[in-house]
């Protein structure tokens, strides 16, 4: 039962199969199934569900017109269900088939029967193919349509749209000439994938002129679809398909050629690479240089790929994210999964051509949601999934999630509150009674290690709320406080004395600044970026980090105001000082972001450091001056170091060391992994690194290169040792 795809709970999918087998057609009312929809609030509502396998085999034994009138039966039928949303309670007696939805009651009764009522005037629109009076009668009647008055209203419903791409389907088969004529009208729906696949497979692929004329008959048509349904990209798909199989012929082959040039020709019009050439990198860069020239900066590049992906809706697949971005220099993944999200979201997702686009950015998201809405902080859009039941707590990002909402220092990325279900407790009597110290222990172990999450749940536990949800599920409510206490702190000691300590100018100072980017010499013991809940959990009212100094600042009024949460694109521990870069633009971010985050296909960015390790080998010469140290878990994520001087009476050596990707702790673990523990990192290091002569991880970031976002030149940014490492090291001399 495709039309059920993506609304019921896992634990639903054994009843939802058991319903599947139990159905014999007799008659339009056989191919109906009772069921009891119930969401996680406990509202619940009979629901008709139809067997679209029992009506295909009810149909097939009819003839045309007979199985015609049966479905329209049968959308009476569904157009006719009233759906009432009462306690579950109401209907258990009267049906022993519950599903449980990811998404409340009423959106999925009305989602479903919208699925319904689609796939049945698709159905109908194959069986009126067969009778070209009724054809005729349907295309009049959509074509003297007045053309509504207000601009969001759509001029066709979406039934009328399924039924007209089912009409020209089923006509290519029975009246190619009748159902071109049809599929080229303008002041007619668009395409579907489907249909658009029919009308393809009508071209002579052999003959260019024959192919060029197809495409240019269309391509009107094709601006009104989404570029992954257009007769355009079919076209493409068919003309790979056929190189493909001509891939052991010579290159030169003139029929190989010809295939080529007519591909080429067919990438002018309105097509999805990423659907086209899936996994081509090199074709989907090919197919976006022709919307750009050669004088353009990376930053404007991105700028004209973003707006042609929101224009045509393309699909996002990963190698056309990875690729697109690589080559403008931009994370064109934020925006993009961004756009075809909100896209589903709204009417459009409910019967309009968007469904396909919203369902493959769906599938993308969910193969990496740390990647795609985490690292992106798309946190709203995490927050929703998560609600829906899309994502489930236990997730592994979950952890990663919850620490973004926490360092969120704007209203507009965190979600307001977390609504999601847990599973069932291990006995009866536990799932019956909500036990606060059970239920508790229970959220915290979702993300242990998370500090903002515990204490979130520790010191706000007035906004946690919990109830029994149908099947053992516990609904869980968690309300995000508004207020980050670092900002206030900031804030507060920005205006009680602007000379102290917490002051911009002297807390941090400046490197480089544009209106692009600001590059901080970041000082040691001053965090990059603290959790909304820090002074709470230190007991400390003036605790603050880099960002909320920043955004607590007045040095450059609003323009260092933009130095907002998506501007920081990347961070140093709380002991580390050094090269700090803060975008100051959305486009700076998403291009820095691109360059210096650890997801990027690979990065542009390289990183400095100059690190002071206790030197575990009593032998020096053993030790190999340089080399490169990998990390077991990813083989992408490396540290190159080389020695610079060995410090023997004190058994230290000054080292050098370069990254590009940079994971949490990277240059720490790895240098303790390979016997060369920073000073004082007792964390990684042990005992055996801890000295008198530096109360911190001896570690600095001392250059940073990078490209620059807007004027695409390779800059390196240097900061001076800091106070107390320079003072180390004329120590250890």
Same mark, same amino acid.
């Given at each position: ?52 396998v ?33 306690p ?49 009668a ?19 419903? /979406? ?30 729906p ?5 249909a ?12 260019p002129?024959?192919?060029?004329s ?12 989404a ?16 190189? $493909? ?16 040039e ?9 097509v ?14 090919? $197919?976006?240089s ?36 690589? $080559? ?15 896209g ?62 926490g ?31 059970t ?13 903002? $999450? ?9 906004g ?68 909304a ?6 007991n ?150 801890t ?9 600095h ?7 620059? /976002? ?24």
């Amino acid at each position: 039962m495709h039309q059920v795809r993506g609304l019921v709970q896992r634990s639903s999918a054994a009843t939802l199969r058991l319903l599947e087998k139990n159905v014999t057609p007799h008659d339009v009312r056989t191919c109906f199934i009772d069921t009891v929809f119930v969401d996680g609030f406990g509202a619940a509502s009979a629901v008709q569900l139809l067997h679209p396998v029992a009506l295909q085999q009810l149909l097939a034994e009819l003839p045309k017109s007979e199985a015609l009138v049966c479905v329209q039966e049968a959308r009476r039928v569904v157009l006719a269900s009233k759906n009432d949303i009462a306690p579950i309670g109401t209907w258990l007696k009267n049906s022993n088939h519950l599903l449980c939805v990811k998404d409340t009651t009423q959106h999925t009764v009305t989602e479903l029967r919208c699925r319904q009522s689609r796939f049945l005037a698709k159905t109908e629109g194959r069986l009126m193919a067969h009778d070209f009076s009724l054809v005729e009668a349907f295309a009049h009647r959509l074509l003297t349509r007045e053309i509504p008055q207000q601009e969001e209203k759509e001029l066709f419903l /979406p039934d009328e749209v399924a039924m007209y791409r089912g009409v020209v389907e089923e006509l290519v088969r029975l009246n190619p000439q009748a159902a071109l004529a049809l599929a080229m009208n303008t002041k007619l729906p668009s395409l579907g994938s489907g249909a658009s696949a029919a009308l393809a497979a009508l071209v002579n692929l052999d003959v260019p002129a024959a192919t060029l004329s197809f495409l240019e008959s269309f391509s009107a048509k094709d601006e009104m679809s989404a570029a992954s349904e257009t007769c355009a990209t079919q076209v493409a798909v068919c003309l790979r398909n056929k190189l $493909w199989e001509l891939r052991e012929v010579s290159a030169d082959d003139p029929k190989r050629v010809a295939l080529r040039e007519s591909l080429a020709t067919a990438c002018r019009f309105n097509v999805d690479p990423g659907v086209v050439f899936p996994t081509d990198a090199g074709a989907i860069q090919r $197919w976006g240089s022709q919307f750009l020239h050669e004088e353009m900066w990376p930053m404007e590049r991105g700028r004209v790929i973003s707006d042609i992906v929101r224009r045509k809706r393309l699909m996002p697949r990963r190698v056309s994210l990875d690729c697109l971005s690589n $080559w403008c220099l931009t994370d064109l993944e934020r925006k993009w999964v961004s756009a075809m999200l909100e896209g589903g979201q709204g009417t459009n997702m409910i019967g309009g051509s968007d469904t396909a686009v919203y369902r493959s950015a769906l599938s993308c998201v969910l193969k990496d949601p740390k990647r795609c809405l985490v690292d992106s902080r798309l946190l709203r859009q995490y927050a929703l999934l998560l609600k829906r039941g899309e994502l489930e707590p236990s997730h592994s990002s979950f952890p990663h999630f919850i620490e973004e909402c926490g360092e969120c220092h704007g209203n507009d990325e965190r979600p307001e509150e977390l609504n999601f279900l847990m599973p069932p407790q291990s006995s009866p009597s536990q799932s019956s009674s909500l036990e606060s110290q059970t239920l508790m222990d229970a959220l915290v172990a979702l993300a242990p290690q998370c500090s903002y $999450w515990r204490t979130l749940l520790a010191e706000k536990q007035e906004g946690v709320e919990a109830f029994v949800a149908p099947q053992g599920h516990i609904h869980v409510t968690v309300k995000l406080p508004r207020v980050h206490e670092c900002v206030e702190a900031a804030m507060q000691a920005a205006r009680s004395s602007p000379t102290s300590s917490f002051s911009f100018a002297s807390c941090l100072p400046v490197i480089f600044e544009d209106n692009d980017i600001l590059v901080l010499n970041k000082p040691p013991h001053l965090a990059t970026s603290r959790h909304a809940l820090s002074c709470t959990q230190m007991n400390d009212k003036t605790a603050t980090d880099v960002v909320s100094l920043i955004l607590a600042s007045t040095k450059n009024g609003e323009t260092t105001r933009g130095v907002f949460r998506q501007g920081q694109v990347h961070r140093l521990d709380a002991e580390t000082s050094g090269c700090l870069v803060m975008a100051k633009t959305d486009c700076a971010a998403d291009s820095l972001r691109h360059q210096m985050g650890t997801s990027a296909a690979y990065s542009q960015c390289n990183k400095v450091y100059l690190a002071l390790c206790a030197v575990m080998e009593p032998d020096l010469r053993r030790i190999p001056l340089r080399g490169v140290l990998r990390d077991p878990m990813d083989p992408k994520i490396y540290t190159k170091y080389r020695v610079i001087r060995f410090f023997r009476k004190a058994r230290v050596a000054l080292l050098e060391c370069r990254i590009q990707q940079g994971k949490k702790h990277q240059i720490r673990r790895h240098l303790a992994a390979g016997g060369l523990p920073i000073l004082q990192d007792v964390e990684h290091g042990g005992a055996a690194c801890t000295t008198p002569l530096i109360d911190r991880v001896a570690l600095h970031a001392a250059a940073l290169t990078l490209v620059h /976002p807007r004027t695409a030149e390779v800059v390196t940014f240097v900061a001076p040792l800091a106070i107390d490492f320079a003072e180390t090291i004329r120590q250890l001399q």
